[in-house]
Nanobody, 124 residues
Framework: QVQLVESGGALVQAGGSLRLSCVAS????????MGWFRQAPGKEREFVAA????????NYADSMKGRFTISRDNAKNTVYLQMNSLKPEDTAVYYC?????????????????WGKGTQVTVSS
């Protein structure tokens, strides 16, 4: 049974930082590209960042470039999202997702498995 379990969400002040983690089990992690998405109340799920299965290729949504960094540790079956300079508009539930293949994608339909999410709240 495949499981993706996110953690690290919290309440933080604007300008602060958080690091989210997502631990995968039940799949060959090193065979999967990984992505982070988020969904704010009343809004559609949106792409945040993705990383290739080797970790050598990353891509980001334009609004996250320079503030967020995605990384992975294949030995720990874990993908991370380092978030700096957080803004109130970053408040959302953050989800990690896995897809078989070399590279990630910004399309949510491209992913095969999803975690249940972790709440990030940024206060002004």
């Amino acid at each position: 049974q495949v499981q993706l379990v996110e953690s690290g969400g919290a309440l933080v002040q604007a300008g602060g930082s958080l690091r989210l983690s997502c631990v995968a089990s039940g799949l060959t992690f090193s065979s999967c590209a990984m992505g982070w998405f988020r969904q704010a109340p009343g809004k559609e799920r949106e792409f945040v960042a993705a990383i290739s299965r080797s970790g050598g290729l990353t891509n980001y949504a334009d609004s996250m470039k320079g503030r967020f960094t995605i990384s992975r540790d294949n030995a720990k079956n874990t993908v991370y999202l380092q978030m700096n300079s957080l803004k109130p508009e970053d408040t959302a539930v953050y989800y990690c997702a896995a897809k078989f293949g070399i590279a990630g994608t910004g399309r949510s339909l491209g992913y095969d498995y999803w975690g249940k999410g972790t709440q990030v709240t940024v206060s002004s």
